[in-house]
């Protein structure tokens, strides 16, 4: 069965990068089940990229909340937060250094292993 992740997140402190959300993304491919929505990487060639995202929250089965230092700060965290509780979204702290497991995964096993709490 195919779940859709939504991936919230901010680079705001910079540990988390377009080129790192790139390789998570693609290290995620591995997975066949898993479909993730990252608003860097896919809100492209649309009329509005907030309503986009919006969209593509209320769709998702699980929200992926990158626990970086400065997600805190972030008026839009906050908001697909807001929305995912509202909508009773599950939600998952993933760590950056869970976020690099997965990055630097050798195989989808590997990768299973590592989220099989988190899906």
Known sequence: MQ????ISYTMRDNRISRTKLNE????LKMLNFLSTFIDALDNTDVVSPQNEVMAQLMRSD?????NSAEISESKWVLKEIETAIKYNKIIHKLSVETMDNIIHAKDGFTILKIIQNYV
Do not use: D, G, P, T
């Not at 779940?3 to 939504?6: C, I």
């Open 3 to 6: 779940k859709n992740v939504f």
């Open 24 to 27: 998570f993304k693609n290290a």
């Open 62 to 66: 699980v929200v992926w909340l990158i």
